[in-house]
C-alpha cells in the first residue's frame, strides 16, 4: 500500500491551502449574520502594536502587548466567537489614527464596558471623563467614582483598564506629581503625556 | 473548560479543512464548502459540549457540506464529457485524476482515506469524525486505500 500513500501525501503536498480573500469573505459573511459576538483587529501605534476588539455594544478592549493571551481572554470573559475582523473595528482603527498624528483629542466611539465591574467601572468612567491634555490623580478619580478613600482599589482599576488610551489612564498621576505606574509600561505613559502636552 | 477562541480553530485547521474539501469536492466547489462548513461550525460553537476534538468535529461538518455539495451538482448536473472543474481550474489542485478516483470513493472512505493517510490522523481522532468505532474506522481506511489503488493503477 505504500506506493499509493506516496502518492496521496505528494499530491496532496500541491494542494493549495486556502486564499486569503476567502477567509476574509469569511469574516464579512460571519459579522452579516450576526456570528461574531467579538471582532479584533491589529493596530500600529507610535506606542506599539495595540490589539483592539469589539462588540456589537461597542469598543471592549485595548491591548499592550502579543494578541493570543488578550485573544484568549476575550474567549474567557466575553464568548468563544473571537474573530479577526478588521472590518468591524475600521472606526476605532481611524480614531486611534488621529489620535496619535495629533489630529484628535476625544474619542467618540461607543464603549463596551463589559470587561469592568462595580467600583472598577466607575473609576474608569471617572477617568474617561478628565480632558485631553489635563491630568488627575488617584485619589481624584476614587473620589469621583464614589469613594474617595478607596486610592489604592482605584489604582488598581487603573492597572487593569481593559481599553487603556481610550480611556484615558495615562491622566491619572500620583497626588504630589509622580507618574505612578502604567500597565503597558511606563515609557508608554511618558509619551502619551507627551503628546498631549501635559510632560515636555 | 472554555473553548479556544475560534480564531485560534480556523489558524490552527483552514488548511487541513480547505485541502480536505478541494479532494473531496474540486477546486471549484471547495470555496463555497469552506465557507459553509466555517458558518456553521461559528453557529454551532457556543454549544459546543467539548472543546476536545475540534479538528474531527470540524472536518465532519466539512465532510456534511462536501455531500450536500456533490448532491447539488448531482442535482444541477448535465451530460457532458469533461469534468467542469478540470476545465475552469487547470492543475490547481496538483494531481486532479488522484482525487477524481479519490472523490468516487462512499464518503466514509474518502474521509478516511484522506484524513489517514494524507493529514496522519490517528484512529481514536478517524473515529470520532465518522462517528464509528476504532476498528471500523481502520477498516474504512484499508478498505477505502484498497478500492483506490484498484481504480487508480
Keep these: 500500500m505504500t506506493d499509493m500513500q506516496t502518492a496521496l501525501r505528494g499530491a496532496a503536498g500541491t494542494l493549495p491551502g486556502p486564499p486569503p480573500e476567502l477567509e476574509r469573505r469569511l469574516a464579512r459573511r460571519a459579522t452579516e449574520e450576526g456570528l461574531v459576538d467579538v471582532a479584533y483587529a491589529a493596530v500600529d501605534s507610535p506606542v506599539g502594536r495595540l490589539t483592539v476588539a469589539g462588540t456589537k ?13 488578550l485573544v484568549e481572554r476575550l474567549a474567557e ?41 462595580g467600583f472598577s467601572q466607575r473609576v474608569l468612567r471617572a477617568t474617561a471623563a478628565i480632558p485631553f491634555g489635563e491630568v488627575s490623580t488617584y485619589a481624584g478619580v476614587a473620589a469621583r467614582a464614589g469613594s474617595p478613600r478607596a486610592v489604592r482599589a482605584a489604582g488598581n482599576a487603573l ?27 511606563l515609557d508608554k505613559k511618558e509619551y502619551l503625556l507627551r503628546l498631549e502636552g501635559v510632560l515636555l | 473548560m472554555t473553548p479556544p477562541p475560534f480564531q485560534a480553530l480556523l489558524d490552527a485547521h483552514s488548511v487541513d479543512v480547505y485541502r480536505f474539501l478541494v479532494a473531496s469536492v474540486g477546486p471549484v466547489d471547495a470555496d463555497d464548502c469552506f465557507q459553509d462548513t466555517w458558518i456553521a461550525a461559528l453557529r454551532a460553537y457556543p454549544r459546543l459540549k467539548s472543546a476536545d476534538n475540534l479538528r474531527a468535529w470540524l472536518l465532519r ?30 492543475a490547481a489542485d496538483g494531481e486532479p485524476e488522484l482525487w477524481a478516483a479519490l472523490r468516487r470513493l462512499p464518503h466514509k ?29 481502520r477498516r474504512s481506511a484499508h478498505e477505502g486505500l484498497k478500492k483506490l489503488r484498484e481504480e487508480w493503477t
Design chain 1, 57 to 69: 455594544r461597542g469598543l471592549v478592549l485595548v491591548g499592550y502587548g502579543p494578541h493570543e493571551p
Design chain 1, 77 to 117: 470573559r466575553l464568548s468563544p466567537r473571537v474573530l479577526e475582523a478588521p472590518a468591524r473595528l475600521d472606526d476605532a482603527r481611524r480614531e486611534l489614527d488621529e489620535y496619535f498624528e495629533g489630529r484628535r483629542r476625544d474619542f467618540e466611539l461607543p464603549l463596551d464596558w463589559s470587561l469592568a465591574r
Design chain 2, 109 to 137: 472512505q474518502r474521509a478516511a482515506v484522506f484524513c489517514r493517510l494524507v493529514i496522519g490522523m490517528p484512529y481514536a481522532e478517524l473515529a470520532e469524525l465518522l462517528d464509528c468505532s476504532q476498528a471500523a474506522a
Design chain 2, 61 to 90: 461538518i466539512a465532510q456534511r457540506k462536501a455531500i450536500d455539495s456533490q448532491r447539488a451538482r448531482a442535482r444541477r448536473a448535465v451530460p457532458s464529457d469533461s469534468l467542469p472543474e478540470a476545465a475552469a481550474a487547470p
Design chain 1, 159 to 185: 492597572g487593569s483598564n481593559p481599553l487603556p488610551v481610550v480611556v484615558p489612564c495615562h491622566r491619572v498621576l500620583r497626588t504630589g506629581g509622580g507618574l505612578g505606574g502604567y500597565t503597558g509600561g
